[in-house]
């Protein structure tokens, strides 16, 4: 489920494309056989890159033509010319990118405008999919590469919301109901079910400052969307990138303080809701005690987590259920 948080990901890539250059330039073992794939002029650099999913091609930004403005271009990791994939120029540049899992497009923003383009070009082809929107920060592609999502504000006076579209273009569809005054999308995570049916996206929609879990269909309408917590007490939430979709997709499986404020617990819950149907997977927890972390087993059967559950502060390793029942202690008593 690629997904790119294009402003702290550039940064921390181009001081390890740094380092990793001065690295190359003073070994003295280089392979006969290495490929230059880029040749770049005096003021430019390589700023990121990924390889598509196939293998065939290296996607790269880079200040190219203009010092200080990186642009969008692809070159075969056989080698040969570079192709420009971005056919709108800004001063501003390319300020992020992220690729389809099946490696065939990129999807990239230039000055908040989203756009979507094949990997192979040519730049001509790319399509425009949001338009005027502003501090576009996260961007995931469903697992079928067939849809965009992403947060967006529309404008600096306006809730940032969630939209879907198809990422060969088409109309976006929002998939949150309306937000409670000053609230917003999570911007920094959200998940895509593997079966590329729903999205699961955390917001505090409802009550401002007061973070819930919720699930859509990824191509809307937003009135099928559903809150997937329970009812949570003053000062609770859903933790921050603690929620996860189960491999076959059925359920969502989180953490919260949705009992006791301050007092993380685990809980499974169907995709498609409703809350009332949610359990709590973990047995009772001692003073001070929490849920840390979680795995769901590849079968889709099991949680398997961490906390301290029956001393504080010594952290266990626990198999349950996924959707309820008796667990069992994986390591040895201590």
């Known amino acids: 489920m690629p997904h790119y948080n294009f402003k702290l990901q550039w940064m921390i890539r181009a001081v390890l494309l740094a380092a990793t250059g001065l690295f190359l330039i003073s070994s003295s073992l280089v392979s006969a056989d290495s490929i ?12 990121d890159f990924e390889l598509t999913s196939d293998g065939q091609f290296v996607v790269f930004t880079a200040d190219m033509e203009i010092d200080g403005v990186p642009e969008l271009y692809s070159v075969p990791v056989s ?10 120029v800004s001063e501003n540049g390319v300020s ?12 990239y923003v230039i000055d908040n405008d989203l756009y979507s383009v094949l990997v192979k070009g040519p730049k001509t082809e790319s399509v425009k999919l949001h338009d005027d929107g502003i501090m576009i920060g996260f961007i ?26 198809p990422i ?11 937000m409670v005054e000053l609230g917003s999308i999570d911007c920094y995570y959200l998940v895509i079910s593997p079966d590329s049916q729903h ?26 969307g559903v809150k997937l917590n329970g009812f949570l007490p003053p000062g609770g939430d859903v933790a921050f990138k603690k929620f996860a979709v189960s491999p076959d997709s059925s359920r969502v499986v989180y953490v919260a303080d949705q009992d006791v404020d301050e007092v993380d617990e685990i809980y499974s819950v169907p995709i498609t809701g409703p809350a009332s149907s949610g359990i709590k997977l973990n ?14 087993s590849p079968d889709s059967r099991s949680v398997i987590y961490r906390a301290d559950q029956e001393a504080n502060d ?21």
């Open 36 to 47: 230059k794939l880029v040749s770049m002029p005096d003021f430019g650099d390589v700023i």
């Open 79 to 88: 080698g040969g010319t570079p192709t420009k994939l971005n056919e709108v």
């Open 96 to 107: 992020g990118f992220v690729l389809s899992p099946d490696g065939a497009r990129a999807v």
């Open 140 to 165: 995931n592609i469903s697992p079928d590469s067939s849809r965009v999502v992403y947060p967006v504000k529309e404008d600096i006076f306006t809730a940032r919301e969630l939209f879907s579209t």
């Open 168 to 178: 060969q273009g088409g109309n976006p569809v929002k998939l949150n109901q309306e």
């Open 199 to 224: 999205v699961v996206y955390r917001a505090d929609q409802d009550t401002f400052a007061v973070e819930e879990l919720y699930s859509v269909p990824i191509d809307g309408p937003a009135s099928s």
């Open 283 to 296: 047995d009772p927890l001692p003073a001070s005690g929490d849920i840390d972390s979680f795995k769901i």
């Open 314 to 334: 010594i952290m266990e390793l626990y198999n349950v259920p996924i959707k309820g029942g008796n667990l069992v202690k994986l390591n040895h008593k201590m």
